[in-house]
């Protein structure tokens, strides 16, 4: 194969496919089950009403069953594709759930918005809601911080009025952009790896991409689609007897202070930074990894570990002046009304994980590589059709980058700034079109208290906005690379 010098030079030619099953059907049944998988899901709950839990687990079974999963496997490949996500997710939404609720009740959730919007003005709220998605997604799973940052939303939202959509998309749209993009979040780390790119160019690069991507995709499209699609601000939380007890006592516990709210909130972001920042200097070498005070700083530095200290320094900081009878009310008032989104998320790892056991993730893969495209437009539409198959965004990340991998090794002359931008192409892909089989989809989707259409129409348009936007940028300075 020839050098690359710029991406219309460069294609897949004869790109190997590992699989670790042996699909009964051949490559088009298999994407004939796929569609059809996904159309009945939507035609259950959109037509019918179903639960979406109990379709996701219905359809999961059937495409199971329809791919000829063996039957003393089928079972397992389900548990485990909704053990792995709640695993994921279940711990980091019930913990942010407590974070966001302590704030919102103990009036921390207004001062920060009083705060931002008197310092960017009324109008441009939703701006610096997206900024701040930005800031505080840097370190932070896309979940985990959506869900902290919620109530402050909701609250920005109640005083200025006029659709929640105007306010929630940006920064929606920040969280996943820093997400998919930006080391040190698992997928792009995992397909620098992967395709011998630098992650401190990818770091650097993603950043450039990211924020131009999150403007046009996220924040530009929100002031299109918010007047056209009134969402009421839901409400959240608690049942009415918690509301009922704390009504009250909000009255009289004092509002705590921008700066004790702020580093609440930079509370995770640093203990995470403190994990990234040790994990760097073992790699390069310059600090001891057998060292004994390296590992116990490691783990406070782990996302869960992180944003359980700061569920505890909230209930401490976001509790003076209650009982804790009350506060113990807050807290778990805040599982409640998030249980529901953690099983449907569950149930969403459960559809990705059979469409992979099946073999349909494979036989898309397949396809797509048979057509011959430029190497880094191979990349984004690789990345795409695995991600419409099975969900997630980091499977598709670091599965494309595994795919192309052979390929890139076997290409001479490819730039440090190709291969960089090489991984933001899957990355831009592993954004785009995400619908009901993503967990994204559903958090998304029910904290906001939106039907599966209205989440199509908004959530799956943006997300498809900020990836392609990304990947045009991505094509542009790829000429250069």
Same mark, same amino acid.
């Given at each position: 194969?020839?050098?690359?010098?710029?991406?219309?030079?460069?294609?897949?030619?004869?790109?190997?496919?590992?699989?670790?099953?042996?699909?009964?059907?051949?490559? @088009?049944?298999?994407?004939?089950?796929?569609?059809?998988?996904?159309?009945?899901?939507?035609?259950?709950?959109?037509?019918?009403?179903?639960?979406?839990?109990?379709?996701?687990?219905?359809?999961?079974?059937?495409?199971?069953?329809?791919?000829?999963?063996?039957? *003393?496997?089928?079972?397992?490949?389900?548990?485990? +594709?909704?053990?792995?996500?709640?695993?994921?997710?279940?711990?980091?939404?019930?913990?942010?759930?407590?974070?966001?609720?302590?704030?919102?009740?103990?009036?921390?959730?207004?001062?920060?918005?009083?705060?931002?919007?008197?310092?960017? +003005?009324?109008?441009?709220?939703?701006?610096?809601?997206?900024?701040?998605?930005?800031?505080?997604?840097?370190?932070?799973?896309? *979940?985990?911080?959506?869900?902290?940052?919620?109530?402050?939303?909701?609250?920005?939202?109640?005083?200025?009025?006029?659709?929640?959509?105007?306010?929630?998309?940006?920064?929606?749209?920040?969280?996943?952009?820093?997400?998919?993009?930006?080391?040190?979040?698992?997928?792009?780390?995992?397909?620098?790896?992967?395709?011998?790119?630098?992650?401190?160019?990818?770091?650097?690069?993603?950043?450039?991409?990211?924020?131009?991507?999150?403007?046009?995709?996220?924040?530009?499209?929100?002031?299109?689609?918010?007047?056209?699609? *009134?969402?009421?601000?839901?409400?959240?939380?608690?049942?009415?007897?918690?509301?009922? *007890?704390?009504?009250?006592?909000?009255?009289?516990?004092?509002?705590?202070?921008?700066?004790?709210?702020?580093?609440?909130?930079?509370?995770?972001?640093? @203990?995470?930074?403190?994990?990234?920042?040790?994990?760097?200097?073992?790699?390069?070498?310059?600090?001891?990894?057998?060292?004994?005070?390296?590992?116990?700083?490691?783990?406070?530095?782990?996302?869960?570990?992180?944003?359980?200290?700061?569920?505890?320094?909230?209930?401490?900081?976001? +509790?003076?002046?209650?009982?804790?009878?009350?506060?113990?009310?807050?807290?778990?008032? =805040?599982?409640?009304?998030?249980?529901?989104?953690?099983?449907?998320?569950?149930?969403? &790892?459960?559809? +990705?994980?059979?469409?992979?056991?099946?073999?349909?993730?494979?036989?898309?893969?397949?396809?797509?590589?048979?057509?011959?495209?430029?190497?880094?437009?191979?990349?984004?539409?690789?990345?795409? &059709?695995?991600?419409?198959?099975?969900?997630?965004?980091?499977?598709?990340?670091?599965?494309?980058?595994?795919?192309?991998?052979?390929?890139?090794?076997?290409?001479? &002359?490819?730039?440090?700034?190709?291969?960089?931008?090489?991984?933001? =192409?899957?990355?831009?892909?592993s954004m785009v079109l995400s619908h009901v089989n993503d967990s994204g989809f559903w958090l998304v989707g029910r904290f906001l208290g939106l039907d599966v259409s209205t989440t199509l129409k908004t959530w799956t348009v943006m997300a498809t906005l900020v990836g392609?936007? &990304?990947?045009?940028?991505?094509?542009?300075?790829?000429?250069?690379a």
């Open positions: 194969m020839r050098a690359a010098t710029g991406f219309e030079e460069t294609r897949i030619e004869e790109l190997p496919v590992e699989t670790t099953t042996e699909p009964v059907y051949g490559v @088009m049944p298999l994407l004939a089950i796929a569609v059809a998988a996904v159309a009945l899901l939507l035609l259950l709950i959109v037509r019918f009403k179903l639960h979406a839990f109990i379709s996701l687990v219905l359809v999961s079974l059937l495409v199971g069953l329809a791919t000829r999963i063996p039957f *003393d496997e089928l079972v397992d490949t389900l548990l485990t +594709g909704f053990g792995d996500t709640l695993a994921n997710v279940g711990l980091l939404v019930g913990l942010g759930a407590m974070i966001g609720r302590l704030l919102e009740i103990s009036g921390g959730a207004r001062v920060l918005a009083d705060t931002l919007i008197n310092r960017f +003005g009324p109008r441009r709220a939703p701006l610096a809601l997206g900024l701040a998605s930005l800031l505080f997604g840097f370190p932070i799973f896309f *979940d985990a911080a959506f869900v902290v940052l919620l109530p402050i939303v909701f609250s920005v939202a109640r005083r200025f009025g006029g659709s929640l959509l105007l306010y929630a998309l940006p920064t929606a749209g920040g969280f996943l952009a820093m997400h998919a993009l930006v080391p040190p979040h698992p997928g792009p780390v995992a397909a620098s790896e992967l395709l011998g790119a630098d992650v401190g160019l990818v770091l650097l690069l993603g950043l450039l991409v990211a924020v131009p991507s999150w403007y046009v995709g996220s924040y530009v499209f929100s002031k299109f689609i918010g007047p056209r699609i *009134d969402v009421p601000v839901p409400v959240l939380g608690a049942s009415s007897e918690v509301d009922q *007890d704390t009504a009250g006592s909000e009255e009289t516990a004092p509002l705590p202070r921008f700066g004790t709210v702020l580093g609440v909130l930079l509370l995770p972001l640093v @203990m995470i930074f403190l994990h990234t920042g040790l994990e760097t200097l073992r790699t390069v070498g310059a600090v001891d990894s057998d060292a004994a005070w390296v590992r116990p700083l490691l783990l406070l530095g782990e996302t869960p570990i992180a944003l359980l200290a700061t569920a505890i320094v909230s209930i401490v900081v976001f +509790g003076r002046g209650r009982s804790r009878t009350n506060v113990e009310q807050i807290v778990n008032g =805040a599982l409640g009304p998030v249980c529901a989104i953690i099983l449907i998320t569950g149930a969403g &790892g459960m559809f +990705g994980s059979v469409l992979q056991a099946s073999g349909i993730g494979d036989a898309l893969a397949e396809t797509l590589n048979a057509a011959g495209f430029p190497l880094i437009v191979a990349a984004f539409v690789i990345a795409t &059709g695995l991600r419409v198959a099975q969900g997630s965004a980091t499977v598709a990340l670091t599965t494309t980058a595994g795919l192309l991998a052979p390929t890139v090794a076997a290409v001479d &002359g490819l730039s440090s700034l190709y291969l960089a931008l090489l991984v933001l =192409a899957i990355a831009c892909g392609g936007t &990304g990947f045009l940028l991505v094509l542009l300075i790829s000429v250069f």
